[in-house]
């Protein structure tokens, strides 16, 4: 009988994370047992998934990867003309007993995409070879805001641009681009809805607005201000138990965390994160191949990045974006994603020898 093939560091560290988010929605849910029992099959479905992942061979995935992109676009295609419509947007595919978000198969099929292209040409990339790249990276994009989902566009936009960093791109050919994304700014702004352009127009005051467009801001501030050093306990923070704090066990579950738990556990939950992307980027250094290597690195980096949007987002230093805290908050599509993301980094650690390119 085979053996089943982990990496037990990044396993154990996940696990523990895990953990912490069952703990948390007890609390962060009005300890209703549903969510905490939903949120664990949840965690025992993505957690298959990812040892399921973790058995294939990074070359299936080097040889797989335009095909997953291809399916990926189709589907966001396909979400446009008959996709279903929920809360004002348009992403889901109904596929009779389920309904499927594409995008979230771009979070990885555009990183993996990407990793293909630049692995079969020289490194740094060739001007044609950065268009090529940023063409791969800006048409899902685009479609995905048309949804719309800024806060998806944004991770898959970072996920591309970490592969197209790691290849060695020039600090000349950042400047330029950082120029061009200046110029293209005034044009991006006017493919934004209303609510979105608000929510970035709130980023620099929310307090004009402390009832509507704030209030999301201002209660989960209020919450993490009050935890102090040490936290007010677990199920004893003010701010949350009386539900002052919005969307409280999906996207503002850190506020309850830190009200909670207070500096100390806010630093401790740092350091787990902190601790899982080093094992990630410590594969991706000792990684031979260049296709494992970018998206090795792609993957660590964009799941650290997942942090900073949302804790940026609830500390009211970032624009309210709808990014959930990764494998913490309530929620299946996003942390079934993330685990398979995490079962590549391991079938990647586990079959270090077996590419040559």
């Known amino acids: 009988m085979p053996r089943l093939k982990i990496d037990l560091p990044l396993f154990f560290g996940l696990l523990l994370l895990s953990a912490v988010s069952l703990v948390i929605l007890w609390s962060a849910g009005g300890e209703q047992s549903v969510i905490v029992r939903n949120q664990a099959i949840r965690i025992t479905v993505a957690f298959t998934g990812m040892l399921i992942v973790a058995q294939v061979r990074p070359d299936t995935w080097f040889r797989w990867s335009p095909y997953i992109y291809g399916v990926g676009m189709v589907m966001l295609l396909l979400v446009l003309i008959v996709g279903y419509t929920g809360k004002g947007a348009q992403r889901w595919l109904d596929l009779g007993l389920i309904r499927f978000q594409p995008s979230e198969l771009m979070k990885i099929g555009v990183p993996m995409m990407l990793a293909w292209v630049l692995a079969r040409r020289p490194l740094p990339p060739s001007t044609p070879s950065l268009f ?25 936009v970072m996920s591309g641009t970490l592969i197209i960093f790691l290849a060695g791109f020039a600090w000349r050919s950042i400047g330029k681009l950082a120029l061009l994304g200046a110029i293209a700014a005034p044009f991006l702004w006017q493919l934004l809805r209303d609510y979105q352009k608000q929510r970035i127009l709130t980023l620099f005051d929310p307090w004009s607005d402390p009832l509507g467009a704030g209030y999301h801001s201002i209660q989960s501030m209020i919450a993490i201000g009050s935890g102090g050093m040490q936290g007010r306990g677990w199920t004893q923070g003010s701010q949350s138990q009386l539900e002052f704090i919005p969307e409280r066990h999906t996207d503002f ?6 009200e909670e738990f207070g500096f100390i556990g806010v630093l401790l939950l740092f350091t787990l994160y902190v601790a899982i992307t080093a094992r990630g980027l410590y594969i991706a250094f000792y990684t031979q191949d260049t296709y494992s290597r970018l998206l090795a690195g792609s993957l660590s980096m964009t799941f650290f990045f997942y942090v900073f949007v949302n804790v940026g987002m609830v500390a009211g230093l970032l624009p309210v974006v709808g990014v959930p805290l990764p494998l913490i908050s309530y929620g299946g599509t996003s942390m079934v994603t993330l685990m398979a993301g995490f079962g590549i980094l391991m079938g990647i650690q586990n079959h270090r020898s077996l590419m040559s390119r």
Request: charged share 5%; no cysteine.
């Open 132 to 156: 090529y790249a940023g063409a791969i990276l800006a048409l899902p994009a685009i479609l995905i805001l048309r949804q719309p989902d800024l806060g998806t566009t944004i991770m898959i």
């Open 253 to 258: 579950i850190f506020s309850v965390f830190s």
